[in-house]
Each structure stands twice: as structure tokens, then as C-alpha cells.
């Protein structure tokens, strides 16, 4: 009993993850955080695409 609620924890976490990256919504949020520390222009145009 413990050890299957465990493995539904560990189930709908990585669930859960895998909604996240996959959704066209945190797709270009994502990418800002990622490119952020390489190009600071990047970072300004991942701003200006939130803003419009």
C-alpha cells in the first residue's frame, strides 16, 4: 500500500513535469531561461513578446 502511493507520487510528478515542458505555453519561457545567460538581446526579445 505504502510503496504504490509512492509510485503514483513519483507518477503524477514526472506527469506533471512533462505537461509543463510540453505546453506551447511554457515553451517560450523555457527558452528565455535557457538562452537568457548566453544572449541578452534574447532575453529582450523573449520580454518584448510577453509584453505584446
Do not use: A, Y
Amino acid at each position: 500500500m505504502n510503496s504504490l502511493r509512492i509510485i503514483l507520487i513519483v507518477l503524477g510528478v514526472i506527469g506533471l513535469i512533462l505537461l509543463i515542458t510540453s505546453s506551447s505555453f511554457m515553451k517560450p519561457v523555457l527558452s528565455c531561461f535557457d538562452m537568457s545567460n548566453v544572449s541578452n538581446t534574447f532575453q529582450f526579445q523573449c520580454i518584448g513578446f510577453w509584453l505584446h
